[in-house]
């Protein structure tokens, strides 16, 4: 079985600030993806940034970028020069190659403080 | 291609009554996934398809619940006596295939069902 936990119901951080998004997962197995997912309100799901298992280098992607460590099953989001539109849901998601699904933590609701 | 539909948006039911939701996945997608999404969780697996064949579902859906996926394509969602603890957002979501950086998901809008 695989887990994917969130411990942040809630974040806010002021707007132009940093704010770090955490997540730890859990998987037997060592092949896998890790993703952050955003939900705005009422609009579909985007993907924000992914991460191959077995790549060393952190992601980044403009604004966002992970700090992913393997050993500790860590994989937190830091959002940096936050936005009004960076307010959402966000979701931390595992795909496991071996049932090939993704699992979901419970998300965490990101508030911009304008 | 205007990415992942899904039909319709909402749909209120009454106790009892049967509902089936469809998703056009994006055109040459292989893999078709559903989620069930209720208030202030993650999204649960539900099953998926490898282009028509159905690999696997979830232990959350129960007999009453039926999917398909005919020619590959478009697939639907069906649930048969409908009860209020199936209240929830329905989310499709679709692929390109198996392995390497095919695994990202592009998902639908979903579908609010109430069950009244």
Not at chain 1, 58 to 70: D, G, L, M
Request: charged fraction near 20%.
């Amino acid at each position: 079985a695989q887990t994917v936990t969130q411990s942040q119901p809630e974040m806010s951080v002021q707007e132009a600030e940093t704010v770090t998004l955490s997540c730890t997962y859990d998987t037997s197995e060592s092949d896998y993806y890790l993703f952050w997912y955003k939900q705005p309100p009422s609009r579909q799901m985007i993907l924000v940034i992914r991460q191959e298992a077995y790549k060393q280098q952190n992601a980044t992607e403009n604004r966002f970028s992970v700090n992913f460590q393997k050993a500790a099953k860590s994989f937190s989001l830091k959002i940096s020069d936050s936005q009004l539109g960076d307010a959402a849901m966000y979701f931390c998601a595992l795909f496991n190659f071996g049932n090939e699904k993704l699992t979901f933590g419970t998300g965490t609701r990101l508030t911009i403080i304008p | 291609d205007t990415g992942v539909s899904q039909d319709p948006r909402h749909k209120i039911t009454k106790r009892g009554q049967n509902v089936t939701f469809r998703c056009d996945p994006i055109s040459e997608h292989n893999r078709l996934y559903w989620y069930r999404q209720t208030l202030g969780q993650g999204p649960e697996f539900l099953t998926y398809f490898q282009n028509e064949a159905q690999l696997e579902k979830s232990r959350l859906l129960s007999d009453r619940f039926s999917a398909e996926r005919p020619k590959g394509s478009f697939s639907t969602l069906e649930i048969q006596r409908t009860e209020q603890g199936d209240s929830a957002m329905y989310l499709c979501a679709s692929s390109p295939g198996q392995g390497g950086g095919n695994t990202e998901a592009f998902f639908g809008q979903g579908t609010r069902l109430t069950v009244v």
